[in-house]
């Protein structure tokens, strides 16, 4: 018999309540189920949203969790939050408009079984526009500690909505730091420079929903500014280099001057 696991999921009133049923059915109808579903409100949110929360917390009462925050604190704060909640040691993150392969957290709990000392385990993310039969690419990320540790140095080297994670290593080395954006990629770096063990499956068990809209999130300039600075804090504390930081800088302020088409060509072609 498998080992339990708890999924953890935020939502805030800017979220499309069908994207949020889609994210929250696919964790739901996973071939291992869950016994424990964490949903953190993170502030007030639509009526419609209200409605549909409220659905799934009467329909599923045994397991379905659901915690309302007074106030919007952003991502990192909520998950920060929403974690020590989670009653099993192994945590499945899932970003709520995102929809999951029905068998990624029994491939994910198969893998624990055998690498127990894994913290953080990732896997690759379909990429889709609109609905997922209108597939864009397929998003790999590096498999082994020693390929992990590099990519690091410049990017983020997970995929946050595939991740299952060991609660209790990662709130050994702090939990989620309450960043309103990057605070995946600050935890990884935290992580793996305290020791802990990352890996990858080389397969997409997520589908990525990704569409202008990304493209203009990642052009705001007030998340690059933030994106920079945490490289900038990576390297004060001796993890990456200089000349990786300057290529992270370079690369991001690049990507918010650029036109859109541009960046969504150099995303097709090279990414």
């Avoid at 999951?100 to 893998?111: F, G, I, N, S, V």
């Avoid at 990017?155 to 730091?177: A, C, Q, W």
């Avoid at 935890?187 to 990304?214: I, K």
Wanted: hydrophobic content about 35%.
């Amino acid at each position: 018999m498998m080992e339990n696991y708890s999924v953890l999921m935020t939502v805030y009133k800017k979220d499309n309540p069908s994207f949020v049923k889609q994210g929250i059915d696919s964790m739901l109808e996973q071939t291992v189920v869950t016994n424990d579903f964490v949903l953190v409100c993170d502030g007030s949110l639509t009526d419609e949203l209200d409605a549909l929360i409220d659905k799934y917390e009467t329909d599923n009462k045994e397991f379905f969790h659901v915690v309302r925050l007074e106030k919007n604190i952003g991502l990192g704060a909520a998950l920060r939050q929403g974690l020590p909640l989670c009653i099993n040691r192994l945590v499945a993150r899932m970003d709520n408009d995102d929809i999951a392969y029905p068998d990624r957290c029994e491939k994910e709990l198969k893998y624990y079984e055998i690498h127990p000392e894994t913290s953080i385990l990732g896997t690759y993310v379909t990429e889709f526009d609109g609905d997922i039969s209108n597939i864009i690419r397929e998003k790999e990320v590096p498999t082994d500690m020693p390929s992990i540790m590099s990519f690091s140095k410049r990017r983020n080297p997970f995929n946050h909505s595939t991740v299952m994670l060991d609660k209790e290593k990662i709130m050994s080395v702090g939990n989620y730091s309450e960043m309103r954006t990057n605070q995946d990629v600050e935890l990884w770096v935290r992580s793996l420079n305290n020791g802990l063990q990352g890996a990858n499956l080389p397969e997409p068990l997520v589908y990525f929903r990704f569409g202008n809209d990304t493209y203009q999130r990642r052009k705001d300039i007030k998340n690059i500014r933030l994106m920079v600075k945490v490289w900038e804090d990576f390297y004060k504390n001796k993890y990456c280099r200089l000349k990786d930081y300057l290529f992270v800088a370079v690369t991001q302020y690049t990507i918010a001057l650029a036109p859109t088409k541009l960046i969504q060509w150099v995303y097709n072609n090279f990414r």
